[in-house]
């Protein structure tokens, strides 16, 4: 696995950063974890990381959320769930972040509606929701896409702007 290198930076930036995450995805973003994996830090900045793939699993995360899957309001109780199990995790009063990242790529089954994905960064005061529709042709580029998307949401989220 090579990370690409124009996002090598914020990858460092991130593991540079005193924030600590919990990140749950459900359908994309593994990549983007596997990124954040292969840049040395992760240990410090990544608490857990959950794939909630499977129906029950996702149910048991968002409360039983009656919303659609890929949906802001999933990717919030996604991210509000992974924040209050940092706050459990953490050891030490560090920054906290929970992230909630939720996609419908492209599948080898019919499926209805577009292909897009949803992430959700909550901290101690704020949960931040943003949408990405993915007109990437392969399965593969789009799941790079939403891998870019959630390194440099992260990164936003902790990195102080200049």
């Known amino acids: 696995m090579i990370v690409p290198t124009d996002i090598v930076p914020q990858i460092t930036a991130i593991h540079a950063s005193p924030t600590r995450l919990v990140l749950v995805f459900a359908g994309a973003g593994?990549?983007?974890?596997?990124?954040?994996?292969?840049?040395?830090?992760?240990s410090r900045t990544i608490l857990e990381a959950v794939d909630a793939y499977a129906p029950r699993s996702l149910a048991e995360i968002t409360g039983h959320l009656e919303a659609s899957a890929v949906s802001a309001a999933t990717a919030q109780a996604m991210a509000i769930w992974a924040y209050r199990r940092a706050q459990?995790?953490?050891?030490?009063?560090?920054?906290?972040?929970g992230v909630g990242l939720t996609a419908a790529l492209r599948t080898d089954r019919p499926r209805r509606g577009?292909?897009?994905?949803?992430?959700?960064?909550?901290n101690a005061t704020a949960c931040n929701v943003e949408?990405?529709?993915?007109?990437?042709?392969?399965?593969?580029?789009?799941?790079?896409a939403v891998s870019r998307w959630l390194i440099a949401a992260i990164e936003r989220a902790v990195v102080p702007a200049p």
């Open 88 to 97: 459990t995790l953490s050891e030490g009063n560090w920054p906290l972040l």
């Open 114 to 122: 577009a292909d897009h994905a949803f992430l959700a960064i909550q």
């Open 131 to 144: 949408h990405l529709v993915l007109n990437q042709q392969s399965r593969l580029e789009q799941e790079i």
């Open 30 to 42: 593994s990549l983007g974890l596997a990124w954040l994996h292969a840049i040395a830090g992760s």
